[in-house]
């Protein structure tokens, strides 16, 4: 079974600076889609960003971009220019091309200071 | 547009007595729906997912159960709760395609066994 470990609880990051975010997976696939999911405190889950593993650009979305490493199983997200309500938790996802199992990281708790 | 409905979206239960919890999805067909819990400041586990009408893969052994009888509806029960089955409970829902993933939450259930 895949396996998604963030192995930042928490973190914390000054409004208008840069923050990373790590993920790392484990997978036995070689074609597989990576997320990052925000969870503000109204707990809809939203989704951030979107990977497909065969593409080797990285995915960015304004503000927001990873750096994948497919060899290193990495997938970390970078927020620019943080924002107040970039504050919440920030779940890594995985899920395997053409399967229907999608996992989660355990999450980390983001904290943007004014 | 797809809409994902999960009710209800609080619910406080005695130990010991029945759950269930609902789902239901529209503006799509054949969607891979999953069930996710959330304990206090967790990540999400995954709990039960399904490829189709009636096929359903549990992730966790525990005294919950999922059913899907019709397409597009998800249903989470217990037949006794314990407390150990607090917390946030989620559905989701994806459709897989080339180019084009990811899961859609509904709003969630806060449940709290007293």
């Known amino acids: 079974a895949q396996t998604v470990t963030q192995s930042q609880p928490e973190m914390s990051v000054q409004e208008a600076e840069t923050v990373t975010l790590s993920c790392t997976y484990d997978?036995?696939?070689?074609?597989?889609?990576l997320f990052w999911y925000k969870q503000p405190p109204s707990r809809q889950m939203i989704l951030v960003i979107r990977?497909?593993?065969?593409?080797?650009q990285n995915a960015t979305e304004n503000r927001f971009s990873v750096n994948f490493q497919k060899a290193a199983k990495s997938f970390s997200l970078k927020i620019s220019d943080s924002q107040l309500g970039d504050t919440a938790m920030y779940f890594c996802?995985?899920?395997?091309?053409?399967?229907?199992?999608?996992?989660f990281g355990a999450g980390t708790r983001l904290t943007v200071k004014p | 547009s797809q809409t994902i409905h999960q009710w209800p979206a609080t619910l406080v239960q005695p130990v010991g007595s029945p759950l269930s919890l609902e789902c239901t999805v529209e503006?799509?067909?054949?969607?891979?729906l999953y069930w996710y819990r959330q304990a206090a400041g967790r990540g999400l586990q995954l709990l039960f997912y399904?490829?189709?009408?009636?096929?359903i893969s549990s992730e966790v052994p525990q005294n919950l159960s999922a059913s899907r009888p019709q397409d597009r509806q998800f249903i989470l029960s217990s037949k006794k709760l314990l407390l150990s089955d607090s917390g946030f409970y989620l559905c989701?829902?994806?459709?897989?395609?080339?180019?084009?993933?990811?899961?859609?939450f509904g709003q969630g259930t806060r449940l709290t066994v007293v």
């Open positions: 997978t036995s696939e070689s074609n597989y889609y």
């Open positions: 503006g799509t067909s054949n969607p891979n």
């Open positions: 996802a995985f899920t395997p091309y053409n399967n229907n199992d999608m996992r």
């Open positions: 989701a829902w994806s459709v897989l395609g080339d180019g084009y993933t990811e899961a859609f």
């Open positions: 399904s490829v189709g009408i009636g096929q």
């Open positions: 990977q497909e593993a065969y593409k080797q």
